[in-house]
């Protein structure tokens, strides 16, 4: 096992750890470190995240515009459009948030 240099100041305030809390603060980097590891997304994930993404904003965009668009003289349609592009929007991000916490889980 590889010593590590201290500087006189870390040494200063570690005096009042006890050797178990020492150890535990030494240990705990390699811990995290090693978790995150597993956590982070290949670069093949991150290109699938960054493609569904920009679809689910084409598609965000294109209902905006319907609804923008939509014809005064027929109010009750429209807000019904509305409405439905609305829930849509809503699945799509809920289903690309599934998705990435599935390639991050894997």
């Known amino acids: ?3 590590i240099k201290l500087s006189t100041e870390t040494k200063s305030w570690m005096r009042y750890l006890s050797p178990t809390a020492r150890s ?3 240990a705990l980097p390699m811990l995290v470190g090693q978790n ?3 956590a982070n997304e290949t670069v093949v994930e991150k290109a699938q995240s960054g ?3 920009g679809v689910k904003d084409v598609k ?3 209902r905006n515009r319907q609804n923008k668009s939509c014809d005064p003289k027929m ?3 429209c807000t019904l459009k509305k409405m439905k592009n609305k ?7 809920v289903t690309q948030k599934a998705k990435e916490t599935k390639r ?3």
């Open 1 to 3: 096992m590889q010593k």
């Open 24 to 26: 535990m603060l030494f």
């Open 36 to 38: 995150m590891a597993f």
């Open 51 to 53: 493609m569904e993404e």
């Open 60 to 62: 965000q965009e294109y």
């Open 75 to 77: 109010e009750k349609h």
């Open 87 to 93: 829930a849509k929007n809503a699945k799509d991000e």
């Open 104 to 106: 991050k889980v894997d």
